[in-house]
């Protein structure tokens, strides 16, 4: 589809390209911070599949709105404690990461500030910039009593270290941008407001590249993760929606 | 197994658990530090598949005892000279590691000293704590002319890198403790004193969360090393037993 | 086959052996830097067979010759632009990264200046040593407008880590050699004139375990490489060639 | 999207629902036996990816119309000879067989005839009818001097055994219905007559399961499925690329 | 242990080993045809690990009691229905099967009879002999509205066949004994009178091998089917698990 | 390297290639019926090197002479009970699986009779053609003691279904060529004077295709089986060797 059939019907993602197919993705609510909620979860499944359907896309950079990438996530739109309401959790969560990884053309994060649930969807992106502000965390599962089985569980150990990754799960630990960058989550850290212009000259410089080769870099590069979140992403949201199931009946006890 | 069916089976461990179900394990020689043999090898088998199958350990500290976590071995009890000897020591071999993923629960391991030899049971702990004391080295196995294969050349690979992990096996490199949380396989360094209190506050911490939720958490994120472990350490066990064979016999020409 | 059956047949590679049976390759030019092209490409398949062929190889030492490793590439004897002569290129590409894993020694390299292509025979090795003037670097392909699918998409972001190793190859990014030493493909940064006198070092130390030893050492410490290897290489090659078919179809049109 | 949103969207397949969620999909050409082009190729991935995001669907059975399943290619709506024109084919290629097994329900094939070329849509189904007039065969890749690397490659020798697998594709072996069922990619044979009645019959059988267990069943049994296509049709898709360019050029050298 | 240790220690699995090193172990509930339930599931954990640990024996021969090896499944002990009663299904479900591959010597199915249930654990037996009265079919769980996840799913489509595999399980297909060796499953058809006398003359032959050579045959012939045990059964069994949930929800609203 | 450099070279096979390029391969011993022992074993390495180096080959047919395909095996030449003996066993077994899937064009076994040992090679060809002679077996591994781990166990389990598969190698099962033909591991019998026919007619068949496309195919068609040969071979051959050394020391001490 062109990207005047999908531009305008995202709530939550302004859309923006160059000229040469450099396509913006700001996340949002109501123009400021964006707040993670059931319905930005359904409504992402359909943003990243429409990207990267649309073959104009010549490179994609990822961003958030205000000061912080995703912070907060309110129970609006969610039914995580009924079999059939996580199941649609459970469907949406695996289609995301897939889609993410169907965007076959590279994808640059800019991480406007913190990231403190769905940091997946940035380890999924080629290239990371983030502000020094940026802090990554993985803060609602344990908090929630959830299991962090989303893709985090296998993206985190997997790019910065299995022991490391691990305790930064358990640990729900917060990760300033200097130490991401001395861990290999972030490739640079830039002051805010050149942020973007140079999430935008590294664009516009793969996208002088002939298609096919952006594309195929793309794939060649991305191989290892499909198979990683085809693999384990499943599992691991099934088993986060039994702890949800358990949460749920420890509460329906516990008056 | 109920906690008291197996406390006192183990003359090298010392087992004690907190109410909320932190199980504290201490590896030890009659109170000091471990001395690592055949008899221990076969014991530690035993050891972590009763700790994984009594669900009433909510998360587990593996310590050792004295100066030392693990730093000498001893060739009672071991037979690696014959291939029925040798046996022995692969199918055990093989089992402690899948013992250890077993244990489904967190498990933080409480570095006291230097672990010279079967570093990769700490590999296997979802976060590691250590002295400034501790340093990794893999010792006996070059040292003795054996290959090693026991799954310290999948797992250092996997973890510090693949060129890195190479490295330090082939060179029998030591690794201080402050390298190696530069290179993600120590979490925090501590003063010996505050070791086991900071271990327990962590523990003690993840055994708030609900029991199911930490143990799909421990499943989610081991799920790789399940299967790299599976898949390799059988291999690597059996081409160190044909080394040591061919030890063996050139030992019984030599003079 | 006897080192004497193939020493002087590489015009390439300057081989010479110790008496414990380190073996020592020198790329060159007529002596000089090597210039990558089509026929050392074609020659190089068969070095690496004849050094892993000969059981009495015990260490592998790999080296350049002259102020770089090797910097440039040079059309000569390249048919990328064609599909059969792109096959040539293909089968050449795959082997030669089987056949250096087919040596099943362990293998050093001792880097003697720049890498600017084919970086991924150094991570295939198992120990990296490099002088301060080292720097990796992926430069002809992107800068062909080829995609990067010969190995290095698949070595770099499985040692230095996912994002960084995307990073790396999309922005021809340029790797001092203590960058690389902090992220864990060089191993020791020597000045020129100890680089090779700690290679034989740390070789002929490894030329005295048991031949099995090492050579089980080697197999048991690239397994995981071989796998990766040989599932991706191919599959990356493709994906390079019908980019280059498509940049030589550009340039037909061009004019 | 609801179904009326998309039922009467695709020119090439005829799409109707019962009250219980059976969704039939009959492929056709005008109301007629369906011939394949490029229009149908680019029609296809979007046609599963609706029936696969439309959680009403509970079961799905595909047939096709008249004497046929599919048996005859089109060369309109293709371009398999310039890079770019086979890059549309190698997106659509891999999409469609991820979006059929993105229909996260129990798949029904009820074959009505001959099966000439992609028969893999039929082997990601669950349950396969035949009529005794069905005959499989992968005719127009070898015919045209292409590479059967579209899913067959990996599909038949997975199903009918590695070497049964092989000879077929290689000598466009003809598989009366008889034969596939003794191989196992038929379950039943039926008259024409009965194939619909039965398929609607097991559909219906499967609707009247709880939603979430039809859902999670066709999940657990298609898991090794997704793996193998992700892991190796882009890859025969890519091969298939270059084998279409080669034989391009050598037609425009033929005359 | 020692037979002598765990031999009495099964209700519902009468244990005899020959001179020879073959154990024997014949299923039964109070000596007749098995009832299988919550406490046999538990126990068989243990069972198959306790002959699994011990060394003396030398081939195993799983039969059942009876006219059927296991027909009929009881909810007793058995709670399917809430997070945490599931859990212990899941953990056990994964534990018998890796527990049964954790017998690494050679093992015989004897069948008796019908197969309604459980036929993973006989997939997993490296010789099936059966009688003409034996059936295989997977009833309870599409009958009580469950995922058939606990192994089934990985292992039927694995052994005969992708397509046969899924449309045994969904359509709860009968598979009469001629038809199953016609399909691979199953290896002799014996009268009952010859079945066990069959299965111990198989049985006593490979017991006259080498200790090292029979165990090392089961090692290098189940590689795979750990892998996928391992890798799929979780899965599979967490799905299976919130389906029940639903079930148990749709239930708890039925009046 | 070209058919005249090599030709003449393999004292066990005699080489012929049409001017299609249909490289026919007869395995011999002095004309007659082929004797595997320790120098065939050396020589098939760099026989199907060879072959597979030479682009010029576009078929391969491989066959036997005399009455059998391979029946006998004698000790000349082997060292099995040895560390450093079974090494080479090790080595050249891995090799030879490797090298044969390197031949990347199709393969036609032409089957003259008998094959009791080294049965994998057949199953890795593409097409397979048999006389009503030949019968399969896996004789001399347990015959003598020795695991089946040279890649029997892989293959044949994968290929004919793995209860089949373990059955048949722990029996010695003998399977004649129309059970062999029903399981899928024969394509077609022919009466002997028929049976290099039919293969050249196929083989000159495949010779038609453009050169690309059947390179492409194989690599396409054997994708999976370098893998699990790669990943299996390795510790299979090790497994075996512990086995023949204990097989050694049992008859150094019997007397």
């Not at 502000?131 to 599962?141: A, G, I």
């Amino acid at each position: 589809m062109k990207l005047a059939g999908y531009q305008d019907r995202f709530e939550n993602a302004r859309l923006t390209r160059s000229k040469s197919g450099v396509l913006e993705v700001a996340l949002h609510t109501n123009g400021e911070i964006l707040v993670f909620n059931g319905h930005t979860h359904e409504q992402f499944v359909d943003l990243f599949h429409e990207i990267g359907s649309d073959t104009e896309n010549r490179v994609v950079i990822l961003t958030g709105t205000g000061s912080a990438f995703m912070e907060t996530i309110c129970p609006e739109g969610f039914d995580f404690f009924t079999p059939r309401g996580y199941d649609k959790i459970y469907r949406e969560g695996k289609k995301i990461l897939m889609n993410i990884l169907d965007i076959e053309v590279p994808m640059i994060a800019a991480i406007n500030g913190p990231v403190r649930l769905h940091s997946e969807y940035i380890l999924l992106c080629d290239i990371v910039l983030a502000t020094p502000t940026t802090v990554f965390q993985d803060k609602p599962h344990l908090e929630s009593g959830l299991v962090p089985g989303d893709g985090v569980n296998i993206l985190w150990p997997e790019i910065i270290g299995s022991v490391r990754g691990r305790y930064f799960l358990l640990t729900r630990q917060e990760l300033p941008s200097e130490t991401a960058k001395d861990w290999g989550i972030v490739n640079e850290i830039l002051p805010a407001g050149k942020l973007l212009p140079r999430a935008r000259e590294i664009a516009e410089q793969l996208a002088t590249l002939p298609p096919l080769t952006t594309h195929y870099t793309r794939v060649a590069l991305t191989q290892k993760l499909r198979r990683i979140i085809d693999e384990g992403v499943g599992y691991g949201l099934a088993l986060e929606g039994i702890s949800a199931a358990d949460v749920a009946r420890a509460n329906r006890k516990d008056p």
